[in-house]
């Protein structure tokens, strides 16, 4: 019995995200993993993880036995549509100067220099506190 392949956007899969609604990527297909979220051995948490991204790699690393594997197929929903899914995954990050023009206290020089050295010295404090716990 043919019955018609679903299409989905990277979009489309990616609204669904949470765990009453859960839908992943992997090897080009969609899964709607929603009844599965309870029961996953590592966790809800790691499921939700691997949404708004191709989670093949995440599904990979983690070594999934064959059993695993085939029991994707009952939560097999379609086909992503590959040109819309983003090479990697998008992050927003703020520049410093970003940051800088939001803030009211404006830049201080002495307190870039203060971060600086704090940023070289807390590690060595660190491995002097670990040798020092070891003796």
């Known amino acids: 019995m043919a019955s018609e392949q679903k299409t989905f956007t990277f979009e489309?899969?990616?609204k669904h995200a949470?765990?009453?609604d859960c839908w992943v990527i992997?090897?080009?297909k969609v899964y709607n993993v929603t009844p599965f979220m309870e029961e996953h051995p590592g966790g809800s948490e790691v499921?939700?993880?691997a949404t708004g991204k191709d989670a093949t790699g995440d599904f990979e690393d983690t070594g999934h036995s064959l059993e695993a594997?085939?029991?994707?197929?009952?939560?097999?929903?379609?086909?992503?549509?590959?040109?819309?899914?983003?090479?990697?995954?998008?992050?927003?990050?703020?520049?410093?100067?970003?940051?800088?023009s939001h803030s009211t206290i404006g830049s201080d020089p002495t307190r870039e220099l203060m971060v600086k050295i704090l940023k070289f010295l807390v590690p060595f404090l660190i491995l002097g506190l670990v040798f020092t716990l070891r003796a």
């Open 69 to 100: 594997k085939e029991m994707m197929d009952k939560y097999y929903i379609g086909e992503v549509d590959q040109l819309t899914v983003p090479l990697t995954r998008m992050y927003t990050l703020s520049t410093p100067d970003k940051a800088r």
């Open 26 to 28: 992997i090897f080009g």
């Open 18 to 20: 949470k765990i009453n």
């Open 47 to 49: 499921v939700l993880a």
């Open 12 to 14: 489309d899969v990616s």
